[in-house]
Structures are given as structure tokens and as C-alpha cells.
């Protein structure tokens, strides 16, 4: 994404909408119960708003939330994980590929069993431990931004 697009992906609305898009993808798979190979249609919109959502919101130049703090964070960690202290090198290099293991391989376990047995308990309860995760890791982000930003590495 180009600086404008970064700035937009900073959004509150963006952050949040992208955590609903989870529910979106969900129920657009789950659809197929109902919907037959239509289904196709509502998970091509839900793909459709999750490449859309970073260029069609307001820009954010001063991060003064969680929200644009953690896309400010990211970009910085994207530019150059060099800048990140040693803590925060350490969690997104080790922390979260564990955390994919962790709560992402039974998240994404339990969602794709739920979807396929069209059972809510399995499903919900596997979005719930990805949405935790990712949460973790957004945050994590936001920390990262405020690290950098002491040191001078972020705007």
C-alpha cells in the first residue's frame, strides 16, 4: 500500500470493519446451506470490501487511539523491523507464528468444522480465538508505535 492507503488503513472504521469482515466471511461460507453455489456471491463482496476497506476511508495523520496506533505500528514494523526493540522483535518474530498455533490453528479449526457441519458453537467459538488473537497482535502494534514514536523512528 502506498502512504495515502496506510494513512487510511489507520481508521478507526477501517480496524473495525476489517474485525467484522471475520463475521461476514463466516456467514457468507455458512450461506451455502441455503444459497447452494450462490454462496459464491456474498463471499466475492466480503473480498471484494476486505481489498476496498484500506482506500475508502478518511486518512488519520495524528494516531491518537488504539486503532491508528496499531496501523502506524504495523507499517513501522513493515518498513524496517530493525527499529522495534528487541521485545517487540522477539513477539512478532517468535509470539506470532506461536500465537498462530495456539489460537489460530483451533480458531481456524474450529471454524472450518463448524462451517462444515453447520454448527454455531464450533464456529463461534473459533472466530472468538482468532479475533483474540489478532487482537493481541493489533495491540502489540500499538505499543510498537508508541515505542517509536519516544525514539524518534515514528511520526
Keep these: 500500500m502506498d502512504d495515502e492507503a496506510w494513512r487510511r488503513h489507520a481508521n478507526p472504521w477501517s480496524v473495525w470493519t476489517r474485525f467484522a469482515a471475520v463475521r461476514a466471511v463466516i456467514a457468507a461460507l455458512g450461506s451455502r446451506a441455503w444459497l447452494g453455489w450462490w454462496y459464491l456471491l456474498p463471499v466475492a463482496a466480503v473480498a471484494g470490501w476486505l481489498w476496498l476497506d484500506p482506500h475508502v476511508f478518511p486518512t488519520v495523520t495524528a494516531p491518537r487511539t488504539w486503532a491508528p496506533r496499531r496501523g502506524y505500528g504495523e507499517r513501522l514494523w513493515l518498513a524496517d ?13 517468535l509470539l506470532v507464528p506461536l ?42 502494534f500499538g505499543m510498537l508505535y508508541g515505542e517509536g514514536r519516544r525514539r524518534g523512528a515514528a511520526p
Design 81 to 93: 523491523p530493525a527499529l522495534a526493540s528487541a521485545e517487540h522483535r522477539r513477539f512478532h518474530r
Design 99 to 140: 500465537r498462530a498455533v495456539s489460537l489460530g490453528l483451533p480458531g481456524y479449526g474450529l471454524v472450518g468444522y463448524g462451517l462444515v457441519v453447520l454448527d454455531v458453537w464450533p464456529t463461534a467459538c473459533g472466530a472468538a480465538l482468532l479475533v483474540l488473537g489478532q487482537l493481541r497482535r493489533i495491540d502489540r
